[in-house]
């Protein structure tokens, strides 16, 4: 995660520590969001993880647009 709060903070030009907030703040977000097995695949991607698995990605999106 800390590449992303990285790059948040050179493309905006604020201090790492305000970024690090919006980046909390937007993945927070998406976790309360997302389905419980997105939210843990972002989990795994942030920290590093790898690509989550597109078969259960694909599933779960369509379940968050209320395909079934």
């Known amino acids: 995660m800390q590449e992303i709060i990285k790059l948040v903070s050179e493309k905006t030009g604020i201090p790492e520590a305000q970024a690090k907030i919006a980046v909390d703040t937007v993945v927070g977000f998406l976790k309360q969001k997302l389905p419980a097995p997105l939210a843990s695949q ?27």
């Open 42 to 68: 972002l989990d795994g991607l942030l920290a590093g993880g790898g690509m989550p698995d597109l078969g259960s990605l694909a599933g779960g999106l369509g379940g968050l647009l209320g395909n079934k």
